[in-house]
């Protein structure tokens, strides 16, 4: 890859792919067998208006083999994520239980979000149909 006429990466796909796993592992290494807090922070603006939050969550991971952290590491779907795991994926049978938000672990505090736009957005809950 070049800018400007300079080069500033010659890393193959393959450099980088390899690169990100050996980083999964280091922090899926790292997680095994503790636990550790997942921290999200919101900022909603409505014009002059501006709301900022944070959920945190506690998780804790069971043991993981070598093995294991292998296995995952290669199924791939570490390679996208913020920690190196998916809870509502594959890494879910390591994770021994959370305390707190688990759609904050996943992404995005969902209930958190809604606390904070419903005063401002009225919502009819006799308008909600569940499909």
């Known amino acids: 890859m070049t800018t400007d006429s ?11 792919v390899e690169r990100f796993a050996a980083d ?4 899926l290494a790292r997680l095994s067998g503790r636990q550790h807090q997942v921290i999200t922070g919101i900022c909603l603006k409505r ?3 501006v709301v900022r939050d944070c959920a945190a969550t506690k998780v804790w991971f069971a043991p ?6 292998e296995e995952y590491v290669a199924s791939g779907e570490p390679m996208d994520k913020a920690g190196a795991y998916a809870i509502q994926g594959l890494a879910s049978k390591f994770i021994q239980r959370i305390d707190g938000c688990y759609f904050n672990v ?13 005063p401002q957005i009225p919502v ?8």
């Open 47 to 49: 014009g002059v208006e």
């Open 106 to 118: 996943v992404g995005l505090p969902v209930a958190l979000v809604f606390r904070n736009l419903h």
């Open 64 to 69: 993981m083999s070598a093995r294991e952290i």
């Open 124 to 131: 009819d809950f006799h308008d909600i149909k569940v499909l």
């Open 24 to 27: 999964a592992r280091r922090m």
């Open 6 to 16: 300079k080069e500033i990466s010659s890393l193959t796909t393959a450099q980088l």
